[in-house]
């Protein structure tokens, strides 16, 4: 009697080659193209980075605004990495025209989302048209006091006088009051002084006239002044008013407030006390 053989080993075969085909078929394919897909974004990246430094060497030849060309060296980036993702795409065969039609879907929910960006944006924009301020001004903005470092597409980065890095979203700049110390080419600063009232006001503004003269890098076109601004209950006070050259403000108000201390302490010019508390009672 012939023995019938067990229809397992043949199904397990067909199994296995099923699976081969399926593996030679889509499996060693799609890794194929994964690792093309891989390979043109590093080779791409390279030529991106490549392409905007040419781009940023070409618009510092034509001496345009430092400022500006940060500005059009992010939107460039932006652009071609947009680019470079529907051609990935692309190559793994997904239709791009569907690709954009979901991308502007999806542009719309995410512009409902994060409106706020929107408006930093925009701000940007107004930012580089407007030109309140450039690249290594001096600027109050949204509260913030520093030198601006850098005006990006959504932000605006300063670097404060206690050397702190500040980023500002541009819409809260734009829509707020921006005050820019280097907009002329000097500033004037104003300094007080509190006399007693023994001390001889007249005397004490010809000495600190004389003695504002000598501060280095003042505008030499506009001379600092010295004036008596009211009488208090204190005594005289006084206010000195030079004009400091943009960039050397810190150090001309340095200078004045030793001018100050020197002349007072030089010429035994009174100045008020503070005062005494009288001391309990013993016993």
Known sequence: MTAISSPAPVLAGLRTANLLQLVQAVVVPFLFKLAGAVA???VATSLIRMALRILRRTFVRTHLDATLVTYLINIAGALMRVILVVAILGFFGVQTASFAALLAGAGVAIGAAWSGLLGD???????????PFNVGDQVRA???????EEI???VTTLT????????IPNSRIFSDVIENYSAHPSRRLNLFVQLDHSADAARAILLLREGLRLVPNQDPGREGTVDLVEVNDRGPRLVLRPYARAGATRQVMDDTNRLITDVLHRHGIPVPRPPQLAEPPTG
């Open 40 to 42: 043109l974004w590093l």
């Open 121 to 131: 944006f925009a701000a940007g924009v107004f930012l580089q048209l407007f030109r």
């Open 142 to 148: 949204a509260g913030v006091l520093g030198v601006v």
């Open 152 to 154: 990006d597409m959504f």
């Open 160 to 167: 404060s006088e206690d050397n702190v890095r500040c980023i």
